[in-house]
T-cell receptor
């Protein structure tokens, strides 16, 4: 059974510092991995999707890397801003038949001005 | 930009009552999903739906739950007899059948069972 873990559960950084968020998964047979942002009491906003054949994916200040063999992904957010404060979730989709995403518990980020 | 919408944003119901949560997926998407998030816990998969039938469901999705696509635009989740432990945020998601299979989520419905 796939397990997804995100450590740390919470992170506080001063504005301008780069953020490094970690995601690990136990079964490397994945189709893709998606990073989401969740604001308190709100829905999930998709940030990046990285296919299992890719090593990294970039969008603006965001960069996600994937090391499938070791079961890890990292989300980098450059030059953090107070508006980046949110919970960041990663989720994996299995390679086998099936569509469901398995989520990690998230990392709650606070960027202090 | 197209988005998934959900109604209502918040539903309060008494234990034992039936509730229907509604979703309008992105118009050209053909795969639909329901997930839920109990306060303080992980987002959990409930069910996926394609071609007018359930394609996959989790252990949580028992006989008390059902899904339907009553017309060309809506996708609903019904809970027949709500329990206290059904209190959660329920998210609808959709995706296309091509491309990277990115799932797009709605804003959620907060269900409170009293």
């Amino acid at each position: 059974k796939q397990e997804v873990t995100q450590i740390p559960a919470a992170l506080s950084v001063p504005e301008g510092e780069n953020l490094v968020l970690n995601c690990s998964f136990t079964d490397s047979a994945i189709y893709n991995l998606q990073w989401f942002r969740q604001d308190p009491g709100k829905g999930l906003t998709s940030l990046l999707l990285i296919q299992s054949s890719q090593r990294e994916q970039t969008s603006g200040r965001l960069n996600a890397s994937l090391d499938k063999s070791s079961g890890r992904s990292t989300l980098y957010i450059a030059a953090s801003q107070p508006g980046d404060s949110a919970t960041y979730l990663c989720a994996v989709r299995p390679l086998a038949a099936g569509n469901k995403l398995t989520f990690g518990g998230g990392t709650r980020v606070l960027v202090k001005p | 930009e197209p988005e998934v919408t959900q109604t209502p944003s918040h539903q309060v119901t008494q234990m034992g009552q039936e509730v229907i949560l509604r979703c309008v997926p992105i118009s050209n998407h053909l795969y639909f999903y329901w997930y839920r998030q109990i306060l303080g816990q992980k987002v959990e998969f409930l069910v996926s739906f394609y071609n007018n039938e359930i394609s996959e469901k989790s252990e949580i999705f028992d006989d008390q739950f059902s899904v339907e696509r009553p017309d060309g635009s809506n996708f609903t989740l019904k809970i027949r007899s709500t329990k206290l432990e059904d209190s959660a945020m329920y998210f609808c998601a959709s995706r296309t059948t091509f491309g990277g299979y990115e799932q797009y989520f709605g804003p959620g419905t907060r269900l409170t069972v009293t």
